[in-house]
């Protein structure tokens, strides 16, 4: 959870101009494109809510505004992101939330393992119950296994890559075979050509949703971002076109196609440079038509 902290500005009920609004509206979509937020809001001043304080059966409900503004919350992001230093990278790319100096509060959030033994198996069962229930926002969901998917691929994890797959998945792939079936075999296919990448990373753009109740799909653009400038793999960007379907309440990838266009006066590649650029070759006083 990534807290945004009061301060005497947000207490004070003081609205942020046009240019702040402006660039948290960029960071957000930035974090939205990525696929890791989970939620997010901010948070009206304290003066206009309440307190409540427990003590035995007994419940004491008090107005605000509250003395401690350092110890206040003004807005706040839930991220699943792979690790504290990714969750500070991200912080560090936000605007200043306040007016003046302010703060920002990172905290992880339990997990059921974090429980133990005491989250027996019928918990376990009423909290997945309940987390199935939260799932309604289907392109929330599908951005967070995307974003999952390209985790597994940064890291060469092979199992990751696959998890969510379904047993009768099928890739149209980027290179031959022209088709590859089920989970397995597209983990072989990963594992044939992943050690010879160089460090990069995966970057989705431009991805455009249609979810149904059981069947979704995803498209747009995805790169291998590398390290090294010239490689190959990192030459272009790639068509990709994703088809979901939900099993027991879980979205699963039935089918993935991932292309580039190609010059059918040589048969070559057509490699994407610049997404915003629709260009095509010069076909002279020849063409296929």
Not at 70 to 82: D, N, P, Q
Not at 153 to 162: I, K, N, S
Not at 274 to 289: K, N, Q, T
């Amino acid at each position: 959870m990534v807290m945004v902290k009061a301060s005497e500005s947000s207490e004070a009920g003081k609205m942020p101009d046009e240019k702040l609004l402006t660039d948290m509206g960029n960071f957000n979509e930035k974090l939205v494109e990525a696929g890791i937020v989970k939620a997010g809001e901010g948070l009206k001043p304290t003066s206009q809510g309440v307190r409540v304080h427990f003590h035995g059966t007994e419940r004491t409900v008090t107005d605000g505004p509250f003395a401690e503004t350092k110890e206040l919350i003004a807005g706040y992001w839930i991220w699943e992101v792979r690790s504290m230093s990714e969750a500070i990278e991200w912080v560090r790319r936000c605007p200043n939330p306040m007016m003046e100096d302010s703060d920002i509060e990172i905290r992880p959030i339990f997990e059921l393992e974090d429980f133990g033994d005491e989250m027996t198996p019928e918990l376990r069962e009423q909290e997945a119950t309940i987390q199935q229930k939260l799932q309604c926002d289907g392109e929330a969901e599908l951005r967070r296994l995307i974003h999952q998917w390209s985790t597994a691929l940064e890291a060469r994890d092979y199992d990751g890559l696959v998890a969510n797959y379904t047993e009768d998945s099928v890739l149209y792939g980027g290179i031959p075979p022209y088709k590859t079936v089920g989970p397995q075999n597209i983990r072989k296919l990963w594992e044939g050509c992943l050690p010879h990448f160089p460090e990069f990373k995966s970057v989705h753009h431009d991805l455009t949703f249609e979810v149904g109740d059981d069947v979704a799909f995803v498209h747009g653009l995805h790169q291998f971002q590398t390290e090294v400038a010239d490689h190959p793999a990192g030459q272009s960007w790639m068509r990709v076109t994703i088809c979901f379907r939900k099993k027991e309440g879980q979205w699963k990838v039935l089918h993935e196609h991932v292309s580039l266009p190609f010059n059918p006066m040589t048969n070559e590649a057509w490699k994407i440079k610049d997404p915003a650029m629709l260009d095509e070759p010069s076909y002279g006083e020849e063409s296929c038509v």
